[in-house]
């Protein structure tokens, strides 16, 4: 079932243009000078209900516009739209019941408060029932793991402690879709992989429709099939996360360890050595050569040997750098 539809979505931004110094102020008061500005260009999209989808960009790329149009907080300038069956602008009462978005950088928890207080504050809002509000908050009290964290002030919480409380706010009320945006910003690895987990059983279990923007990479390939990558306004990309870094995932560093001291290794043509002593060697290949390079390797008997992937920064630059991708 379709659940967001849209077709040759666009929104320009059109905003005053300023002079220089005084002078181009004062001129701008007189005559006003414009440029618009295109966020988002005539994009389609068409999300399942119960996908998990990962939106991927640059800084300034139109994930935020997108995200804003499909929840009612800005219309678009041109193009067609629907959420669940209703234009989010319109932002009837029935349509917000039935979505919830999270911001890395905006807080919807009352800083003096605690959770519990929220909690109720949020309860009323939506008019849940007493056995709802309770089985709901008791389902995600134990998936978080916060049961001695609800009657604390939130501003003594750490940021971990903090996104639980948020998401846990934002799905009180079981909303058809989440749309996150960083969800994962600032938190360490240990923080970072127990909200991936919480995410990952909320979409499976509850079936929660999940829009995810993220600049961490790891984010959306733990838990996105799908993906979305937009630059410049214009969707490049819509298909499988794994074939989208199958494709960019060029290089694979290969760490091998001796139990005798190896001297100079023949390497295939363009491998590069990172790190070399007579014990070990860490080496950077191209994926399709590190098959022959492993072979030459196993000659010296090694005590240890690793292979990791490319580093998930370097497969973002190299997304956003080719411009246009082929759509599986």
């Not at 001129?27 to 998990?52: C, H, I, M, P």
């Not at 804003?68 to 602008?89: Q, W």
């Not at 408060?113 to 504050?121: E, I, R």
């Not at 023949?266 to 070990?280: D, F, I, Q, T």
Request: charged content about 30%; glycine content about 8%.
């Amino acid at each position: 079932m379709k659940i967001i539809e849209t077709r040759k979505l666009s929104k320009t931004y059109r905003r005053v243009v300023r002079g220089e110094g005084l002078r181009g102020s004062i001129r701008s008061l007189v005559k006003r000078q414009y440029e618009s500005r295109e966020a988002v260009k005539n994009l389609d999209l068409t999300v399942e209900e119960g996908e998990f989808i990962g939106l991927i960009g640059p800084n300034g790329a139109g994930k935020t516009t997108l995200a804003k149009m499909l929840t009612g907080i800005i219309a678009p300038t041109g193009g067609e739209i629907s959420v669940m069956g209703y234009y989010p602008n319109d932002l009837e009462n029935e349509f917000k019941r039935q979505y919830a978005i999270v911001m890395g950088q905006k807080s919807q928890l009352f800083f003096e408060l605690t959770t519990n207080d929220t909690l109720g504050l949020f309860r009323e809002i939506y008019g849940l029932s007493e056995r709802e509000f309770r089985e709901t908050k008791a389902y995600f009290t134990e998936l978080f793991g916060v049961e001695k964290l609800l009657d604390v002030q939130v501003r003594t919480l750490s940021l971990g402690e903090r996104m639980k409380m948020e998401l846990m706010a934002a799905l009180l009320h079981n909303p058809r879709i989440l749309f996150l945006d960083e969800p994962t910003i600032g938190l360490d690895a240990v923080a970072s992989r127990q909200i991936r987990k919480f995410l990952w059983e909320i979409n499976r279990k509850k079936g929660t429709t999940i829009l995810l923007t993220s600049h961490y990479m790891e984010d959306i390939r733990a838990l996105c099939d799908r993906s979305i990558v937009i630059n410049h306004g214009t969707k490049i990309y819509d298909g499988s996360t794994e074939a989208l870094f199958e494709k960019y995932q060029k290089e694979r560093q290969i760490s091998v360890s001796f139990r005798q001291p190896v001297g100079e290794i023949v390497l295939p043509e363009g491998a590069a050595v990172r790190e070399e002593s007579p014990y070990k060697k860490v080496i950077r290949i191209r994926k399709e050569q590190s098959g022959e390079l492993l072979q030459r390797l196993m000659e010296y008997h090694p005590s240890d040997l690793t292979v990791e992937e490319d580093e998930i920064g370097r497969v973002a630059e190299r997304i956003y750098a080719e411009g246009v991708l082929g759509q599986e």
